[in-house]
């Protein structure tokens, strides 16, 4: 069993996000990592891709999720997946913070 502390867990802004890497591959996780990433009204990530498999699972807040010439609307609850390499950018709408949690799966191939 392995407990990760929160006064243990760095804080970084990153692509326009507040991120929070809550558990990672070297605390026993084989290759998956779990982050918590936070938006304020106003703010949006880049464009960016990651080199795995992304699931994201809203918190709190909506989400004006676009990538590939598509935009899905978001809400507390919904889940989504995002292939490795998938260009995306995620943008909160309304007054509410976005809260997320992304969880970064390596692909088949990895």
């Known amino acids: 069993m392995r407990v990760v502390r929160v006064g243990d867990i760095s804080v970084k802004q990153e692509l326009g996000a507040t991120v929070r890497v809550l558990m990672k591959p070297e ?62 950018r995620h943008e909160p709408i309304g007054e509410v913070d976005l809260k997320q949690l992304a969880l970064f799966v390596p692909t088949r191939s990895s």
């Open 27 to 88: 605390d026993g996780l084989a290759n998956l990592s779990i982050t918590r990433v936070d938006l304020v009204p106003g703010s949006a990530t880049q464009e960016h891709r990651h080199d795995t498999d992304q699931v994201v699972y809203v918190l709190e807040g909506k989400l004006l999720l676009s990538g590939g010439g598509e935009q899905h609307r978001v809400v507390a609850g919904d889940l989504i997946y995002i292939p490795a390499g998938f260009t995306h």
